[in-house]
Structures are given as structure tokens and as C-alpha cells.
């Protein structure tokens, strides 16, 4: 089956086929990100995405520890970019500094891998 057999099969699908589409793709989707972040070490380069904050999506950087945190594997992170006014309600008792900022209890799973 292809990609096109796939749009053609949708595109003449009722909306409860649709509704069953849509529930298998989000499970789907829970299956891929459990994947990929049992895959995350200590070192690998990552993105932030999937969180709220929104204003930390799309932050990179690398993964220093990952622990559990009730039941969650979770990561703290230092980030690329240096502490700033973009990032100082991230962490408003650190001091600015050339250090990096590192942000803590980043579920594994709002961490994608990036080829850096």
C-alpha cells in the first residue's frame, strides 16, 4: 500500500471511518514519541517540542541527566543559547551568566533528537 492508496482511501472515507483514522494515527503517534525517546542518552543534542510552555518549543540543546520523575523518564537539558530576556521566565532565580540555562523535568517524550 502506498502513500497515494492511502489519500484515495481517505478521501472517500465516512466520518466514522475518519473518527477510527484519527484515534489509530494518535495512538500511532504515542508509539512513534515513546520510541524515539527511549532512544534519548545522556549527550544526545535535542530539540524541545510538544510542551508548555509554547515559549520553550523549539529551544535546543543537549541532554546533561535523565531520571524518573513520578513515573516519567524525564531529562534535564542544557540549553544553546545563553541566558537572556527570552528565557529568563525559564528559570527567574538564576543569575545571567555565560552559563548555559539547563531546564529540568523535560518529559523524554517533548524531546526530539537532532542531527547536530
Same mark, same amino acid.
Given at each position: !500500500?502506498? +502513500?497515494? &492508496? /492511502? !489519500?484515495?482511501? +481517505? @478521501?472517500?472515507?465516512?466520518?466514522?471511518?475518519?473518527?477510527?483514522? +484519527?484515534?489509530? %494515527?494518535?495512538? *500511532?503517534?504515542? /508509539?512513534?514519541?515513546? %520510541?524515539?525517546?527511549?532512544?534519548?542518552?545522556?549527550? &544526545? /543534542? #535535542?530539540?524541545?517540542? @510538544? %510542551?508548555?510552555?509554547?515559549?520553550?518549543?523549539? !529551544?535546543r540543546g543537549r541532554i #546533561?541527566? %535523565?531520571? $524518573?520523575? *513520578?513515573?516519567?523518564? =524525564?531529562?534535564? /537539558?542544557?540549553?544553546?543559547?545563553?541566558? &537572556?530576556? @527570552?528565557?529568563?521566565?525559564?528559570?527567574? *532565580?538564576?543569575?545571567? $551568566?555565560?552559563?548555559?540555562?539547563?531546564? &529540568?523535568?523535560?518529559?523524554? #517524550? =517533548?524531546?526530539?533528537?537532532?542531527?547536530?
Amino acid at each position: !500500500m502506498t +502513500v497515494t &492508496d /492511502v !489519500m484515495t482511501f +481517505v @478521501s472517500q472515507a465516512d466520518e466514522d471511518t475518519l473518527d477510527q483514522l +484519527v484515534l489509530a %494515527i494518535e495512538q *500511532r503517534r504515542e /508509539v512513534v514519541k515513546a %520510541i524515539a525517546a527511549a532512544a534519548l542518552k545522556e549527550g &544526545d /543534542v #535535542v530539540e524541545i517540542h @510538544s %510542551i508548555k510552555p509554547a515559549y520553550f518549543k523549539g !529551544m535546543r540543546g543537549r541532554i #546533561v541527566t %535523565i531520571e $524518573t520523575i *513520578r513515573r516519567t523518564r =524525564c531529562a534535564r /537539558v542544557a540549553l544553546d543559547n545563553l541566558y &537572556d530576556r @527570552s528565557t529568563v521566565r525559564a528559570k527567574k *532565580r538564576q543569575n545571567p $551568566t555565560d552559563e548555559p540555562l539547563t531546564l &529540568d523535568g523535560i518529559p523524554l #517524550v =517533548c524531546l526530539r533528537k537532532t542531527g547536530d
